[in-house]
């Protein structure tokens, strides 16, 4: 009889039950559409991070201290140095796929037709094949994908290794007066070489003022081989707690238990740590504004999608709400027959949340469906990447449809619970 019922009513109020499977797909695409993207984004907005640059700089523990007594900030007369022959170990440490990037740097003064320049080593697209079996591509290339190119291109140390290249700053350039293409003899502190320059950049910063050579020519020209004065690092990071803030301040504080969750969380402070246990005598710190910032973005955007995800459930839920009270209201009188013949509260109550749940499965199943199609094209316009389907977000989903279903529910059980036969039954509500 219950099953008959069920059929009759669904049948009967179809239209009903189509906006009610309508209010609810739409609700739960948008639920869906929101978790699915908070529950990736954090690697989403880290990546899109990683393209402004480092979080993360290690140094040679004695220009540390003095950097930090005196406020140094040139480091081109440095006089401690990193070894280059370890650079690799960077990516052996625990973190070591959260690397994105990271590449040498060392300076040095030099002179161009008796002009004084600035001149940086460091790797531009520098190939590597490492213990791990690991084969990366690192440098500036991609740390600083930010510059432009307002003459010829980026320096390829694949194909140009056999020749000595520069890329020069927009602004050293045009005090020069070179262009791309150009030879410049360039005389360092113990040797001179030719340098054909392959482009002109604009960092719209002070980098505009340097001359940007592969590490080995400007160690060759300062007589520094191997030497390096500093790395910038580009990581994949949670964003910081207070366990992380405290570690950061001191590791020894921990406890056993803290100091695990710690180093094998991918904080900057603990990947930063890391670095140092594997390249000696050097200082590794996160780059405070890049690290703080990626914290901020990231609960700030995830803040959002939760409040849009709980404001589509609330709009859902009064949907139905409106949509199961009009049904009640216009099926009184065969509620009010149902009382009169004995059934109770409890057995209409049931009745009505059958038809509700069942019209709100078939409309949840639709809405998931559309959900992760709307998460998929969230991914790609926003981050051009897809959006990975995390399984925490059926359970979830599920949850938030029930718990709509009975809260637009509510007003319509609460009136049918009120309901007198005999008041309905003679034309009075």
Known sequence: MFFRM?????????????????????GTSLATAMLSVMMDVGDKINQELKTYGANITVVPKEASIVNDLYDVEDDSDATAYLKEEELGNIKTIFWAFNIVDYTPFLTAQAKVNDEEVIIKG??????????????????????RSWWELTDGSWLDEQSEKDENCAMVGASIAKKLGVKAGDTLTIKGSKDTLKIRIVGVYDSGGDEDDYIYMPLNTVQTLSGKDGKVESI??????????ELSEKAAKDPSSLTVAQYETWYCTAYASSIAYQIQEVISDSVAAPVRQVADSEGAILEKTELLMLLITILSMVGAALGISNLVTASVMERSKEIGLLKAMGAQNGQITLLVLTE???TALIGGAIGFAAGFGFAQIIGQTVFDSGITMRLMVIPIVAILIILMVLAGSLPAIRMLMRLRPAEVLHGRQ
């Open 6 to 26: 069920l059929k009759g009513a669904l049948t009967r109020q179809w239209k009903k039950m189509a906006m009610i499977a309508f209010t609810v797909a739409l």
């Open 122 to 143: 460091s790797w531009f697209n520098h190939h590597m094949d490492l213990p791990t079996g690991e084969s990366p591509d690192t440098g500036i290339v991609t740390l």
């Open 232 to 241: 910038e690092v580009s990581a994949l990071t949670t964003p910081d707690n």
């Open 356 to 358: 509700i749940v069942l």
